[in-house]
């Protein structure tokens, strides 16, 4: 669920298992919803996100419903109308996040690489840019109201050998054999 810009309505995902999701805007009392993204062919919608002016939703869509390859990002119009393909990528790309000024989007994808990197989107329509690169997933971004700083999340699987002994009658304690840093497993 996200609450509009302007804190009056609430827009939210409709599930609906093998049939796919919905979308949906209500007053924020929860009242007078209209589903504005019907159920299509088993596409699941998730990490809904309002654009400035409250025109637009973005989300992920995708046939599995935990943003697993393939997801794209999407858009529609709260007011009804077409869904338009934002970020098409045979991948993923999540984690939808409209710049405040509205000309241009954060997310998190991964069309060339094992792991999800930050990147920016010129709107409608513009070039995609490469904002991070390295070893490990970065994720989630956010930015602030005025623009002028970016967060996200820096996902980073370690694995790491621990020795435990072997005993029924005590606590026993973890012992780190290696440090998870070296592909241990």
């Not at 077409?82 to 000309?103: F, K, Y």
């Not at 820096?154 to 440090?179: G, K, Y």
Request: negative net charge.
């Amino acid at each position: 669920m996200q609450w509009s810009p302007d804190g009056t309505r609430i827009a939210y995902v409709k599930t609906g298992g093998p049939l796919g999701d919905a979308l949906a805007v209500a007053d924020a009392d929860g009242q007078h919803e209209v589903e504005f993204v019907a159920r299509q062919g088993g596409l699941h919608l998730h990490q809904l996100r309002w654009d400035p002016k409250g025109v637009f939703v973005y989300f992920n869509c995708g046939v599995q419903n935990v943003n697993r390859e393939s997801t794209e990002i999407c858009r529609a119009p709260v007011a009804g109308g077409d869904v338009e393909r934002i970020v098409a990528t045979p991948r993923r790309a999540v984690c939808p996040s409209p710049s405040p000024d509205g000309r241009g989007l954060f997310f998190a994808a991964n069309p060339d690489s094992v792991d999800l990197g930050l990147w920016w989107k010129e709107l409608p329509g513009g070039r995609e840019s490469r904002i991070t690169t390295g070893v490990g997933e970065y994720t989630c971004p956010s930015i602030s109201a005025d623009g002028q700083r970016l967060v996200g999340t820096f996902w980073e699987i370690r694995e790491s050998l621990q020795r435990v002994a072997v005993a029924f009658d005590r606590p026993v304690r973890l012992e780190p054999v290696t440090d998870g840093f070296s592909g241990d497993v």
